[in-house]
């Protein structure tokens, strides 16, 4: 008996029908607008970014077009022009051998961050510059010239204390000076700084001019210009280590003064200062001699050398009211040459 086959029947293929709707199709479409969008907002990103945050529309550095430069750009472009501009500044120089003074050139640099500030402030259309700054030597010929007396047409005067000894009448002359309310220039010997600080300090504290009166009392004349070098840089070390600030200005002991002492105080940035009118305290007691050798020589830009001497101190009040009674003001040294 034959069995049946169970195969099962053949079917035949059918198509599935896909149905767009309306709906469907507003949604692919705002789909589709959706990436255009994101497509053109990520690509214009960037123009965007330069209208907001960059610089405006036809500005220009110099003779380069900028506009549109962010500021991390235009710092490059800054920086790069600045490096082709800068020059260092040369100092003055004597040659011993010739006798010939060189003068002194200045310096050129680039203020970067004014000068991109400058752009990135700049109104449509504006030409900016480089913020320039010219550095000044640290020697000048001003310096190979020792001033006896400032040239100035006020009615003013320095008076310039030399120390290297006296320090017994100091805290007097201190008084007398703030009584008169008046500043001097003191010029501080080393090896006496360094047995009195705290009295070096209470002269700048109080306001004076402290400058360098060399690290010790000796013949400078016959030095050589290297040892007077060390002469005033030693006192200079010396006088920073006691937290006080000496000026630029050398009064070489003895008042010993020729090329040599001047160029080597020049060479370190340091003008030599001599005086108008000497007191010649230290060798009297008499302080009539002392203010007689002073009130008759009176001049616009005169320095008056003294000592911490007493009769100095005896005479300094009668020097000041006849100085004032003439219209005269006192100053320390480095404010009348800066007012030159």
């Given at each position: 008996?034959?069995?049946?086959?169970?195969?099962?029947?053949?079917?035949?293929?059918?198509?599935?029908?896909?149905?767009?709707?309306?709906?469907?199709?507003?949604?692919?479409?705002?789909?589709?607008?959706?990436?255009?969008?994101?497509?053109?907002?990520?690509?214009?990103?960037?123009?965007?970014?330069?209208?907001?945050?960059?610089?405006?529309?036809?500005?220009?550095?110099?003779?380069?077009?900028?506009?549109?430069?962010?500021?991390?750009?235009?710092?490059?472009?800054?920086?790069?022009?600045?490096?082709?501009?800068?020059?260092?500044?040369?100092?003055?120089?004597?040659?011993?051998?010739?006798?010939?003074?060189?003068?002194?050139?200045?310096?050129?640099?680039?203020?970067?961050?004014?000068?991109?500030?400058?752009?990135?402030?700049?109104?449509?259309?504006?030409?900016?510059?480089?913020?320039?700054?010219?550095?000044?030597?640290?020697?000048?010929?001003?310096?190979?010239?020792?001033?006896?007396?400032?040239?100035?047409?006020?009615?003013?005067?320095?008076?310039?204390?030399?120390?290297?000894?006296?320090?017994?009448?100091?805290?007097?002359?201190?008084?007398?000076?703030?009584?008169?309310?008046?500043?001097?220039?003191?010029?501080?010997?080393?090896?006496?700084?360094?047995?009195?600080?705290?009295m070096v300090?209470?002269?700048?504290?109080?306001?004076?001019?402290?400058?360098?009166?060399?690290?010790?009392?000796?013949?400078?004349?016959?030095?050589?210009?290297?040892?007077?070098?060390?002469?005033?840089?030693?006192?200079?070390?010396?006088?920073?280590?006691?937290?006080?600030?000496?000026?630029?200005?050398?009064?070489?002991?003895?008042?010993?003064?020729?090329?040599?002492?001047?160029?080597?105080?020049?060479?370190?940035?340091?003008?030599?200062?001599?005086?108008?009118?000497?007191?010649?305290?230290?060798?009297?007691?008499d302080s009539?001699?002392?203010?007689?050798?002073?009130?008759?020589?009176?001049?616009p830009g005169?320095?008056?050398?003294?000592?911490?001497?007493?009769?100095?101190?005896?005479?300094?009040?009668?020097?000041?009211?006849?100085?004032?009674?003439?219209?005269?003001?006192?100053?320390?040294?480095?404010?009348?040459?800066?007012?030159?």
């Amino acid at each position: 008996m034959k069995r049946k086959s169970k195969l099962a029947p053949k079917r035949e293929g059918r198509l599935t029908a896909i149905v767009i709707t309306r709906q469907t199709t507003l949604l692919m479409a705002f789909a589709v607008l959706v990436f255009v969008f994101t497509v053109v907002l990520v690509s214009s990103l960037d123009d965007i970014r330069r209208m907001v945050y960059g610089a405006k529309p036809g500005v220009t550095l110099e003779t380069r077009i900028i506009s549109g430069y962010l500021p991390n750009e235009v710092r490059r472009v800054v920086e790069a022009m600045a490096e082709q501009e800068r020059t260092a500044p040369k100092d003055a120089m004597f040659f011993k051998e010739t006798g010939e003074l060189i003068p002194e050139e200045p310096g050129l640099d680039i203020d970067v961050d004014l000068t991109v500030n400058q752009v990135m402030r700049a109104k449509p259309g504006e030409k900016v510059q480089l913020a320039r700054i010219v550095i000044a030597p640290a020697v000048t010929m001003r310096h190979f010239d020792p001033v006896y007396r400032i040239n100035t047409g006020r009615q003013a005067m320095a008076m310039a204390v030399n120390i290297a000894w006296g320090e017994e009448h100091l805290p007097r002359l201190l008084e007398i000076l703030r009584e008169h309310n008046m500043k001097v220039t003191f010029f501080i010997d080393g090896e006496w700084a360094q047995k009195f600080p705290d009295m070096v300090r209470l002269l700048n504290e109080e306001g004076h001019e402290v400058a360098n009166h060399g690290y010790r009392h000796v013949h400078v004349e016959k030095m050589s210009e290297s040892t007077i070098r060390k002469l005033i840089s030693d006192n200079e070390k010396l006088l920073i280590s006691l937290e006080v600030t000496p000026s630029r200005l050398f009064s070489p002991p003895y008042g010993e003064c020729n090329q040599t002492v001047v160029s080597a105080a020049a060479s370190l940035g340091y003008t030599t200062t001599m005086w108008t009118i000497d007191t010649l305290d230290w060798n009297t007691q008499d302080s009539t001699k002392v203010s007689g050798r002073v009130i008759p020589k009176i001049a616009p830009g005169a320095i008056i050398l003294a000592h911490p001497t007493l009769s100095f101190l005896e005479a300094l009040p009668v020097i000041v009211d006849a100085s004032r009674k003439a219209g005269y003001g006192f100053f320390t040294i480095s404010d009348l040459l800066e007012s030159e």
